[in-house]
């Protein structure tokens, strides 16, 4: 071969290449993430809501690996002991029933974080808690260029912005999808549900991460109604589900398993804005920033969902006995 044609050769080599691993890495829906990332899930308690069964079955069914679970307390929520007990209980009855890969439950100490007086974030004193400990050390060993490590929030974000302020090159490996927030005619608030537990840890994390805030939520009494209990796996983690069904949360506007299923189901987010945070006044200092709409801005706000698309996918893992076979 002359050359000439050898270079040729080469370069359509590495043409083919460079395309090929673009659509390797090209995120499979509108979000900047999707099933092939490992999430660190971080909530308080497990009882008011699915997102720790989404989590788990999708991870046992070609959703995104669950390589963590962090424990917190939050006002609602106070007693750190007993969430974490909860989560073990989920896990018990996750492993008794055949489903694999499921981590202990991480118990995380911690207190909202303090705005310091200059404003200034470097400023602000850290916590280091388990949670930021666990973020920093599981993103270094698992987070690649092109697939970072999500941690996938139910409620405040403090141990996301915990870790940035022990090591802030952690905010290169993770992207940070929350339950959070609602939504407003110009953008989204950070606020109830969840955003209004750590608004300077709002704040730090939206600044300095690559965020997306799940604000689109649905009637999670439609996961499992009452009716249909009964069709509910034979087996621990259905009779989990069962006893644990009367508990969750008829509220519509607070669904923290949207932030699992955002990632883990490509077509779940069917409407997402491009946005960047806006700062509050001096006056309004105990809030969180307001996302408004930037179209060059560097996070992402989800605005509508396929609720019936994650409903369907719940069900079709826990009627499989394939997915018990593990």
């Not at 699915?50 to 929520?77: C, D, F, K, R, T």
């Not at 492993?95 to 200059?118: D, E, T």
């Not at 989990?240 to 779940?268: C, H, R």
């Amino acid at each position: 071969m002359g050359r000439l044609a050898a270079i040729a050769a080469i370069g359509l080599t590495l043409s083919c290449s460079q395309t090929y691993d673009a659509g390797e890495t090209r995120p499979h829906g509108l979000l900047p993430v999707d099933e092939r990332n490992p999430i660190i899930l971080t909530n308080d308690s497990v009882t008011d809501n699915w997102q720790g069964e989404y989590a788990i079955l999708l991870a046992n069914s070609g959703g995104p690996e669950l390589a963590g679970i962090v424990v917190n307390a939050n006002a609602p929520w106070p007693d750190l002991q007993t969430n974490v007990d909860g989560w073990r209980n989920l896990v018990a009855a996750a492993r008794q029933s055949g489903l694999s890969s499921v981590p202990n439950p991480i118990a995380s100490i911690s207190v909202a974080l303090k705005r310091p007086a200059s404003g200034n974030i470097q400023d602000t004193k850290p916590n280091f808690s388990e949670g930021a400990v666990f973020i920093l050390n599981t993103s270094a060993r698992l987070s690649l260029p092109y697939r970072p490590v999500v941690v996938a929030t139910g409620g405040r974000l403090t141990d996301v912005a915990d870790a940035y302020l022990i090591d802030p090159s952690v905010s290169e490996r993770v992207v940070v999808v929350s339950s959070l927030g609602a939504l407003s005619g110009s953008g989204a608030a950070m606020a109830n549900p969840n955003g209004e537990m750590d608004p300077w840890a709002d704040t730090i994390v939206t600044e300095n991460f690559r965020y997306v805030q799940v604000s689109a939520y649905y009637d999670q009494l439609s996961d499992l109604p009452t009716s249909r209990v009964a069709q509910l796996p034979s087996n621990a983690f259905g009779a989990w589900m069962a006893a644990k069904q009367p508990n969750i949360f008829n509220l519509a506007e607070a669904s923290d398993q949207v932030a699992i299923a955002a990632v883990g189901l490509s077509k779940f987010a069917v409407a997402v804005a491009r946005v960047s945070p806006v700062a509050p006044s001096a006056a309004d200092s105990n809030m969180g920033p307001a996302l408004a709409p930037n179209p060059n801005g560097r996070d992402w706000l989800v605005t509508q969902n396929n609720s019936a698309l994650a409903t369907a996918r719940l069900w079709e893992l826990l009627l499989d006995p394939a997915t018990f076979a593990h």
